[in-house]
């Protein structure tokens, strides 16, 4: 038996191949071509990196694609959904036996750091203050990545690269923070996103919060006409596992509050905890779902 070792930023994973990784192997398909992209970005002050994904057709046509936005979790960064997750071999894999739509795939660095937060983000995360002082600046981080997202990273890829612009054509999925950074821009953003997808993460205004007035008024656009909401995004899917300590009750309160403003959502639990194991499982089943 062979083990492969796969090690990036902070994380170590073994692997052992077996039944059920065919649709993250490397197999004998057309494979796509995933570059490092470098932007100036004003919003955060700094010269920022993005890995991006281009079907295996891209250079010999003149289509246009849509465009997913696909976010890594908390202290990863840009190359973590190419390298341990696999992005560029499960989307060749879908886009060769056509269970999938061929799509560019821009992967961000969603983990920003401002002035003075740092420390914040510190803060003990069991007494009423110290968890009120981190949801706070967590909150102004992920603010400040969906800034630099729309105003920095969609418009440089919609001008570097051939794609279709319009919002059915564009999805965002992430994971565990990324995925809280998805809800802040397919919620809080509302209309700019026919898809999306949130993975390990859900309601948490706290460590386990419920679903809030807050994050209710946060999204009003959101919220305000169910109907309207329901034509706009054409899916929004949740996936979790069943032994995820990390974000909780998050998810699950996320879909009851959803269920209860009458929003369609997809909810998905699977076996395991906060691990690669299921997110890549959940890009495979998301993205043969987009741009249908």
Known sequence: MQIKTAVASIDNIVEVPGPGEEFEAMNPVPHGEIRQVY???????????MHIYTPPDYNTSQEKYPVLYLINGGGDEDSCWSSLGRAGFILD??????????????????????PGITPAMMADRVTPEGIKLRVASLAKLHDAFVNDLMTKIIPYTEKNYRVLTAPDQRAV???SMGGAETLRAGLGRFGQFGYIGVFSMGAQPGINGPFTEEFEQRNAAFFRDPAQTNKVVKLLWIGVGSDDRTVGKGPKNLADGLAKHGIHFEYHETQGGHTWMNWRQYLNEFAQRLFR
């Open 39 to 49: 932007y100036q970005s004003s919003i955060l002050g700094e010269t920022r990196r």
């Open 93 to 114: 894999n879908l886009i060769a036996a056509k269970k999938a739509k061929p799509m560019i795939v821009v992967m961000p660095n969603g983990t920003v750091s401002l």
């Open 173 to 175: 999925a992430g994971l």
